[in-house]
């Protein structure tokens, strides 16, 4: 970032550190409200809230069609909870989210022990499946609802402790429980998943679950196991899935990945060495999995997803959507192909 700055001209550079303040402040303030029951509660107080019910998101249509998630003021929870006949203070269960840019925190509550209808006619909109939500949104919207149902599915299971057997307690902000028999502090957990993009010089290897949907490869990804490295966790997974080995690993970036339950996804490029390209599917974890030519992905990179006819034969090939971390990192391979970087 600060060699992008050198180059960038003052007024750019001003407005970035008044960006940088301004977040500093924020991921200090959210940080006090993980610790401070009291300053967490008044953050509630005068914040916003939104919904779940049985950890599906609550969403609400515009006029012009787009999808949005509804923020409610606490107050105005309050006085829907009241009028369904729930006591009010129920919104005091809300888990801290984050903090907008505007200084409002931002926190989610699961209302699944209401009618669903009920808040939904109460709240002018309708409860779906994150999947669906998560696909329909924009911008930051996504990753806000897949942080919410991430959350409070810990939540939901996490209510004893795995030790004493004993209900452990929240916290205000629900970024940890604690037992109170023993002492022993739960914090909320992620399993760390690889994702890489293989690559043998010329060509990228992409594959398919047999769970995936009709025509779709993505990239090879797999759970680390306790211990390993990151590094570590991508050679054993290629050599394991398509009987390759690998001889160099690039970072591009990570993802938090709501499906099926709370993955982190580091995405990294891999190559093996292009005398080394004979591929050996498992088909225990995998249906197939190919080497693909730069044509071929230019033409699946072009295709809208999901495509509209997934049952035309024979199936169209196509690559997860743009917010998936695969998709990236099939771009990103793209480009490397066009403009190759040449070491200056
Ligand atoms: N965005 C994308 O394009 C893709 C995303 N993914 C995501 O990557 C993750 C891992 O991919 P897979 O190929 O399924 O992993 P994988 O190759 O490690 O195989 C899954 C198996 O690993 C075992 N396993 C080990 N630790 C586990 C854990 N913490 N949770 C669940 N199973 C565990 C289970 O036996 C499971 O059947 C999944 O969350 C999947 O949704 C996978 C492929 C593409
Ligand atoms: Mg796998």
Redesign the pocket.
């Known amino acids: 970032m600060l060699r992008c700055l050198r180059v960038l001209p003052a007024r750019v550079t001003r407005n970035f550190s008044r960006w940088c303040s301004n977040y500093v402040a924020r991921m200090r303030f959210i940080n006090r409200l993980k610790e401070d029951e009291g300053a967490c509660l008044t953050a509630l107080e005068s914040g916003d809230v939104f919904l779940y019910h049985t950890l599906a998101p609550l969403l609400r249509k515009t006029q012009q069609g787009v999808f949005q998630l509804p923020l409610l003021p606490f107050k105005d929870l309050e006085g829907i909870l009241n009028r369904l006949g729930k006591d009010g203070s129920m919104v005091k269960d809300s888990v801290l989210i984050t903090c907008t840019e505007q200084n409002r925190a931002l926190f989610c509550l699961d209302v699944g022990e209401l009618d669903q209808q009920a808040v939904e006619k109460e709240c002018g909109g309708n409860f779906v499946d994150l999947r669906k939500a998560f696909f329909t949104l924009r911008g930051e919207e996504a990753p806000l609802v897949a942080r919410g149902q991430a959350l409070l599915r810990w939540h939901q299971g996490n209510g004893f402790c795995s030790a004493s057997g004993k209900p452990t307690t929240r916290n205000q902000a629900g970024s940890q429980r604690v037992c109170h028999s023993n002492g022993l502090v739960y914090y909320p957990k992620m ?1 760390p ?1 690889i ?1 890489t993009l293989v690559s043998d010089g010329k060509r990228c290897l992409l594959a398919r ?1 047999a769970s995936f949907p009709r025509g779709m490869f ?2 090879l ?3 680390c196991d306790m211990g390993e490295t990151l590094e570590e966790t991508l050679r054993r ?1 290629v050599a394991e ?1 398509v009987g390759l080995e690998v001889v160099s690993v690039r970072y591009s970036g990570s993802q938090h ?1 709501p ?3 709370s ?1 982190f ?1 580091v995405a990294c490029h891999a190559t093996v060495s292009p005398g080394n390209t004979q591929v050996d599917v498992d088909h225990e ?1 995998l249906e197939e999995a190919r080497w693909f030519t730069l044509e071929e992905i230019r033409a699946a990179l072009k295709l809208r997803t999901p495509p509209r006819n997934p049952r035309d034969q024979p199936p169209t090939i196509w690559v ?1 959507p743009s917010y ?3 998709h990236k990192l099939i771009r990103e391979w793209v480009d490397d192909q066009e403009h190759p970087y040449d070491g200056k």
């Open positions: 399993s998943v994702i679950q993505s990239a990804a797999g759970f997974e899935e990945w499906f099926p339950q993955s996804m974890e997860p998936a971390i695969a």
